[in-house]
């Protein structure tokens, strides 16, 4: 089960609105590479995992996920505090305000809504664990791309958390396919399917 | 930073290490000299905890541990005072 801890995995406390920025930065709420797909990837993952180390592991990460999905929502919504409709609409802000107003919507920085074909549920572990480290690699590099453009430290500071946190997982991920690999014959890795064949 | 904020700060710095930890015993089990850390940090935890609940009453709202009131009323995480 889920039970709710009212409080922020890391803070957020962003003084200075900036809806340009926040269009950029929802796409890590909906997008491609966002949190939401990346905790929905994991947390369905887990089910076809055949061993406990890495039913624990996509148990956990994609638990973390939740946390950061909220983080990225507040961000999201401090960013668009206070705004007049001059400033929504010099910053670009207007595309996405006129559907939403100041609402969180789970939505790619392009407009694209967020969709569940942004990831894979293949029930092949190895398939799996190798998208979860490429996911992880493009959740990096998409918060360093949000980088370039932020320069408020009140914004970079919560970013650059989310932005470790990948690698982190990433290495985690990296260990679990090594948890996989060891167990599998070594000269053929894709002889059988340890999930499938399991049943 | 209040003095209190700053507590509640440590506390949730030592519960991240844990957490931290926590991760790297799901692909390392048997590594008992993480596994001793972990406790290390579970413990330095518990007694923060303590302190702060007994200066200022509950940390880390959650529905089991607070009042219908403080629940409803207590800034959201996304709101910039509970930050």
């Known amino acids: ?199 | 930073m209040s003095e209190k904020e700053a507590l509640r700060r440590r506390i949730y710095a030592v519960e991240f290490a844990s957490w931290e930890l926590h991760l790297f015993l799901d692909t390392h089990p048997n590594n008992n000299e993480a596994a001793k850390k972990q406790e290390e940090y579970r413990e330095r935890a518990r007694k923060l905890r303590k302190e702060y609940e007994e200066k200022y009453g509950p940390i880390g709202e959650t529905p089991h541990n607070t009042s219908r009131w403080a629940w409803i009323s207590d800034p959201w995480p996304w709101e910039k005072e509970a930050n």
């Open chain 1, 1 to 199: 089960m889920f039970m709710y801890e009212k409080r922020l995995q890391h803070p957020v406390n962003i003084k200075n609105p900036n809806p340009k920025l926040a269009k950029i930065i929802i796409t890590q709420y909906g997008g491609p590479h966002g949190e939401i797909g990346a905790s929905l990837r994991y947390l369905s993952q887990r089910y076809a995992m055949p061993y406990p180390e890495l039913r624990a592991i996509l148990t956990d990460i994609g638990t973390e996920e939740l946390s950061h999905l909220e983080m990225v929502g507040t961000i999201v919504y401090q960013l668009t505090r206070n705004l007049t409709p001059e400033q929504i609409q010099e910053a670009g802000f207007d595309t996405y305000f006129v559907d939403h107003t100041t609402g969180v919507y789970p939505i790619a920085a392009s407009g694209t809504p967020f969709s569940a074909s942004t990831f894979a549920v293949t029930g092949d572990t190895i398939a799996d664990l190798h998208e979860d480290l490429s996911a992880e690699q493009k959740a990096r590099m998409s918060y360093d791309n949000i980088l370039r453009f932020a320069d408020d430290p009140d914004v970079r500071e919560p970013i650059k958390f989310l932005r470790a946190r990948e690698i982190v997982h990433f290495q985690r991920f990296g260990e679990g396919l090594r948890i996989l690999t060891d167990k599998l014959d070594s000269k053929n890795f894709y002889a059988f399917n340890p999930s499938f064949d399991k049943h």
